[in-house]
């Protein structure tokens, strides 16, 4: 069953919402692995030693870098972990190194059959259909766009919504759907989005529904998202 943790945000200057996701998947096992894929910075090792220092007490941290390591070394940490966390940063970025090393298909097929995702921000996207909707830069003009496709939805993370219940990025998250037909769901930052197998639901925050030919509709807490 497919179980997705997706964040806005890690944390308050932190990451305590992530460590707390990760850890009923870490609790019991003799010898727990995190599998951390940081590929949406361009320097992976940037928070490699902050990442080992936050899981210190509960997990050993494996890092996955798509420039570094051969496909077969990645799919074996894949298999030892209990938890993939897939951090922020530029999301084309992040997909781009996804398709072209290859793992994308061995890491959908993992997520697929249950392993466990933890991700913020271009984490969060990439685990829509496509990545689309995300307003970073595709500084490295990559022409892959097909996301993890773990969720129907696609997902906008650090959504900020005016007192009129507008936002700058509203017009042209609209447009999407000139295009794509599944809704996208707008999370402001500390938002926290759980998916559980067909099921997905706000656990806490502000996040809004923006589907095709309807209004942007604000999510209630707890309450499962119909696309």
Request: proline share 4%; aromatic share 10%.
């Amino acid at each position: 069953m497919i179980s997705l943790h997706l964040l806005s945000t890690p944390g308050e200057r932190d990451i305590r919402w992530v460590l707390e996701a990760c850890r009923p998947y870490l609790a019991g096992k003799s010898e727990p692995i995190v599998a951390f894929l940081p590929q949406a910075w361009l320097n992976v090792n940037h928070w490699l030693d902050y990442t080992v220092r936050s899981f210190d007490k509960s997990a050993r941290v494996e890092l996955i870098d798509t420039e570094q390591m051969d496909l077969p070394t990645m799919e074996a940490t894949i298999r030892r972990a209990h938890v993939v966390y897939i951090s922020g940063g530029n999301t084309f970025l992040l997909n781009h190194r996804l398709h072209v090393s290859g793992l994308m298909p061995y890491l959908r097929k993992k997520v697929q059959a249950g392993l466990p995702v933890v991700g913020f921000s271009a984490g969060m996207i990439v685990c829509g259909p496509n990545i689309l909707t995300s307003k970073d830069l595709n500084s490295v003009e990559t022409t892959h766009f097909s996301g993890l496709n773990v969720s129907p939805f696609n997902f906008f993370a650090h959504y900020i919504s005016d007192t009129y219940g507008g936002s700058e990025h509203d017009d042209w998250l609209s447009d999407y759907h000139s295009f794509h037909d599944n809704a996208v769901i707008l999370l402001s930052d500390g938002a926290y989005v759980k998916v559980d197998g067909k099921k997905t639901a706000l656990v806490r925050g502000d996040a809004w529904i923006l589907r095709h030919g309807a209004e942007k509709e604000k999510l209630e807490e707890g309450k499962i998202i119909i696309p």
